[in-house]
């Protein structure tokens, strides 16, 4: 996945589900939030279809389960011009750098992590923002020195907006309420599952670098001590 750091059950499951890949899913994505815009903008009292809410679900609105993903994250043009660039920009990316297989993977583990903490705790879930920031990691993580235009204007690095979206999760993690706290580690849950064999190597390879320094400067100590 990075640097050879490819979690063993993703491997696993490729080899198990090879079809399970969707190809140009960007273009899924970025038409949901296109379609959940338009209809904000036709008939806004149909939005309320939309949401992931166990209660309708059981009641039969199995629709839910999936449109939740059409939930536009803003009812501005300009703004939604914006995300809609933005979020076909990052999946298409993490796509060309994975592959149809764990790109797909990646955005179905995070759907069905936020289906089960709706259920889990009755909660409605009305945003797609943490569900999309967490492909934003992802393709933060993947090319970290990446320029983009954001807001179309100005030049920005990917890892410098990774740093400043890790920012407010941990003020969230501080300040938010327990609820909110949970829903976020669930989220990120996903991020984590997919990159911690990549940190935990960096991890191991940084202590290794270290201890080698050591021996090194204890051996330089050792051949500079005077010989009596």
Excluded: C
Aim: net charge neutral.
């Amino acid at each position: 996945m990075l640097y050879g750091q490819t979690p063993k059950w993703i491997d696993r499951l490729e080899r198990l589900m090879p079809g399970l890949g969707i190809p140009n899913l960007a273009l899924y994505l970025v038409g949901a939030q296109a379609l959940g815009f338009v209809l904000a903008l036709v008939d806004p009292q149909k939005l309320d279809l939309l949401p992931l809410d166990p209660y309708w679900v059981l009641k039969g609105e199995l629709w839910r389960l999936v449109t939740f993903l059409a939930m536009p994250l803003s009812t501005n043009v300009l703004w939604m011009v914006f995300v809609i660039y933005f979020l076909y920009f990052i999946v298409n990316g993490i796509e060309e750098e994975w592959g149809e297989f764990r790109t797909t993977l990646y955005v179905l583990v995070s759907v069905l992590l936020t289906i089960a903490f709706s259920f889990a705790f009755r909660l409605p879930i009305i945003s797609v923002g943490p569900l999309e920031s967490t492909l934003f990691l992802a393709a933060a993580t993947i090319a970290p020195e990446y320029q983009i235009l954001l807001f179309l204007v100005l030049p920005v690095k990917m890892k410098w907006l990774a740093w400043l979206a890790v920012a407010a999760i941990v003020w969230e993690l501080i300040f938010g309420m327990w609820l909110e706290r949970l829903y976020l580690l669930t989220m990120y849950a996903n991020y984590l599952l997919f990159f911690g064999p990549y940190f935990a190597g960096r991890l191991k390879a940084y202590h290794r670098r270290k201890k080698f320094q050591r021996d090194v400067a204890a051996g330089r100590a050792d051949q500079d001590k005077p010989t009596e």
